[in-house]
Structure formats: C-alpha cells, structure tokens
C-alpha cells in the first residue's frame, strides 16, 4: 500500500490532463542527455515517487508500465521535478543500460540535418536481448 | 511563403495528435538544461525549420507563438530531432536570456524533495522587465 496522502502537495501541483495523464521527460543524471519523453497517472506518480523506480503509464496497454519490467532496462530516480504551470514533469533518472526499445541510449537518435533526417546514435544494444528473440520492440512500452 | 515541400520526409516522421500537436522539449545547447515543453502544429514545425527561431503553437491563444516575440527571450535553433515513434521532439536551443515566465532560466524550478516541492532555481530577469508592468506574466504563452 502506498501513502498517497504523503504525495498531496505535488499532486495538487501537477495539472493532468482531461485523461488523468501528465508528459514527463526522463533525462540522465550527469550526462544531462535526454532519454525518453512517456506519460504518467496519478498512480504512476506515486509508485513513482514511493519506490524510487520509474513507473510511466502505457496508454497503448492502458496500465502502468514499470520501466525495465521486461527488458531490465531501470530507471532509477534521482530527481523529481514540476515545471512552472504543472503540466509536465521532468525525471532526472539512473538509467541501466539503454532507455530506447531500438537498443540505443536515446529515443531521440534522429536529427533532421541538410534536408533529411539522420540517424546521429547507434543501436548499443540489440533489441532481441532486451525482449527476446520473439518481440519485434515496436512497442516500447513493453520496456 | 514557407516550401512545405522541403519538409515532407521530417513531417511525415512525426505523429501528431488528433489535435494535430506534437510536445516539443526545448534543451539548451551546451550546457543540456531542459529549459521547457511547448506544443508545435505541422505550421509550426516548418516555420521553425525554415527560419531557424523556435515557433510553438498557443494552446492557450490559439495561434503561433514564436518564442520572444513579447519577451525578446528568443531560441535559435541548433538541432531539430525527433523520437523513436515520432510523437515527442527535441529541440536543442540557443536561448537569449530566460525561457520561462517567471524570469527563471528554465520552466522546471520546483523539485520534489525530502517530502515537499522546494524551489530550486532564482529568478533572473523580473518578469515586468520580460513583459512590462502590465502584464501578470501568467501566460508563458505570451514569452
């Protein structure tokens, strides 16, 4: 059971919207890059700051999705921060191993440069090891 | 007149919602500060592209919002990129002062700690200097 009433004051301090979710950024602590960008419910905000583990809410699965259940790919939190009108959250996370479901560090390894879109970060780590052989990793939020 | 036409392949890569919006995180070049989240539209995205200033869509208002147009807190574009599943951007910015209404340098100054939301970063540039004495500064759309 988690204590939600110890959670009032930011949760009364983040706007969620009409579906109940909030966008929150995960940024690696130390090298500041940017991991991912996911959703999270109430619930997942308090499981979230409860346990120290990020949890998101998947909306393709429509439940929560605890980061790294699948592929052991954690993250952990290290900071848990509000922007100024509450309707986005900002995680500075511990990630282990790569956050992207393509096996690379990153989700955002495309950049648009001269005209096309480039692919600026390798795969570090091959998907069918997060997943296994029979998990295609289009749906990242089975990480 | 904007060639939409340059853009077809980064436009195509990019899933907007039913809304026709996408989350735009903007980072700072350099020194990796998450500075804020906005929502782009497809006019948006190649007005951004094209002149190389970042240009949001107003939820709020409704309408284009480029960046500094009120509070001369403009960001320049240094890379445009886009996430696995093409529903998240990030923008890696050169900002000309504050990002956020508040006059802090990022939008993300509240963090949750030891039970409470505490602030974590000082304001820099009074808000009435951003936006005259008139203006209540609760609109970080108007920046």
Same mark, same amino acid.
Not at 31 to 34: A, V
Not at 69 to 72: A, P, R
Not at 96 to 110: E, I
């Given at each position: 059971m988690t204590d939600a009433t110890a959670f009032e004051e930011v949760l009364a301090a983040i706007r969620f919207t009409a579906d109940g979710l909030v966008p929150a950024i995960a940024q690696a602590e130390g +090298?500041? =890059?940017?991991l991912m960008m996911a959703w999270m419910n109430r619930d997942a905000v308090i499981e979230t700051l409860s346990t120290g583990r990020v949890c998101y809410w998947s909306r393709s699965r429509g439940g929560l999705w605890r980061k790294g =259940? +699948? /592929?052991?790919q954690v993250q952990r939190l290290k900071d848990f921060r509000v922007d100024c009108d509450g309707d986005t959250l900002l995680l500075i996370v511990e990630q282990?191993?790569?956050?992207?479901? +393509?096996?690379?560090? /990153?989700?955002?390894?495309?950049a648009w440069r001269d005209g096309k879109l480039e692919v600026i970060q390798a795969v570090e780590t091959d998907p069918s090891v997060l997943y296994g052989q029979n998990h295609h990793g289009h749906d990242h939020n089975h990480g």
């Open positions: +090298t500041g =890059e940017i =259940e +699948t /592929s052991g282990d191993g790569v956050a992207c479901h +393509t096996g690379r560090r /990153s989700c955002f390894y495309r």
